[in-house]
């Protein structure tokens, strides 16, 4: 699948140090990226400073309904303790489309140590909430956003891309590769939970080593 080919990618919450990463990575690749974030003026701001930073490519930004509305593929970048609110409020337009949710749940007051949301994982009530109108795939939770904040860095780690419909993994899958990282189908989207999982471990092997670029590889595949 091409990349190219996905239409306007919508990222919610795209003023943050993950989303406006990624969609800086996406821009840069061509593809049509406008930034949400809850009011207008900011998305806004966001999306000029980006197309300055990258010689006036094409981006725009908006409220995220209005980023959610102009969508074909909308990603949600939020933090965990935001979701639910965040999710309510672009509910009416994401039934037929697909929902890339990036959340990781950092639970409690130690962020190192894994703590399963309610619902199983932060995906799986994200699909919960939005019904079985919307197609949810998780992904990119073990990629650090520093690194996503510079487009001129390699990123040494795969993303795990979990969801219940393989068409709607392959457009993740599009979307790494096309922020220079290979996608890796991990099955359904309960698998999630693991994926979520790994994110307070990698932070806890960061401070062990004293390093900020723990990833994760898949090896023995033949891609």
Known sequence: MNAQDL???????????????????????GLQ??????RHEKGARMAAELSAELN?????????LSAAQQADVVVLSVPYESQQTILASIQPALPDKI???IVAPLLGKKKGRYTPP??????????????????????????????????QHD???????????????????????????????AGAL???????????????????YKTRSAGIRITGLAL
């Open 118 to 151: 309610a619902g199983g994982s932060a995906a799986m009530e994200a699909q919960a909430q939005v019904g079985a109108d919307v197609t949810v795939v998780a992904a990119f939770q073990n990629v650090g956003a520093h690194h996503l904040q510079d487009d």
């Open 190 to 208: 309960q698998n999630a939970a693991v994926a979520e999982g790994l994110t307070p471990l990698l932070i806890s092997i960061n401070t062990i």
């Open 33 to 38: 990226v406008v930034i949400g974030s809850r």
């Open 155 to 185: 990123i040494d780690c795969d993303v795990l891309v979990c969801g219940n419909k393989r068409a709607a993994r392959e457009v993740a899958v599009a979307l790494a590769e096309a922020a220079g990282m290979r996608g890796i189908h």
């Open 7 to 29: 239409g306007t990618i919508a990222v919610i919450g795209g003023t943050g140090a993950e989303g406006s990463g990624l969609a800086r990575r996406w821009v840069k690749a």
């Open 56 to 64: 006036g490519a094409p981006i725009t930004g908006t409220d995220n």
């Open 99 to 101: 929902l890339l949710t």
